[in-house]
């Protein structure tokens, strides 16, 4: 489903800030690469890649690739959302 790239000027929320301020923290600490991050994004399947905003990609590669590296496991992610 190709779309044409929206060039105009955005805002970024404070989500947007959040999650990337997060990728940058685990790129510096050595936890996590951008080339990482990127392999995560194109392995989400194509109806989620579509429905999900741009930072949303990153932050569901960001679980993902924490996740499979075990930085948390599945009970540590559902215990903190549940405390949200």
Do not use: N
């Amino acid at each position: 489903m190709c779309q044409p790239v929206d060039t105009t000027e955005h805002v970024l929320s404070d989500f947007d800030r959040e999650v990337d301020a997060i990728r940058q923290i685990l790129g510096i600490k050595g936890v996590m690469s951008v080339d990482e991050l990127r392999r995560g994004i194109e392995a989400i399947p194509e109806a989620e890649y579509h429905r999900l905003s741009y930072y949303q990609r990153w932050l569901r590669s960001i679980v993902t690739t924490l996740l499979r590296k075990g930085v948390f496991s599945q009970e540590d992610l559902r215990t903190a959302l549940d405390r949200t």
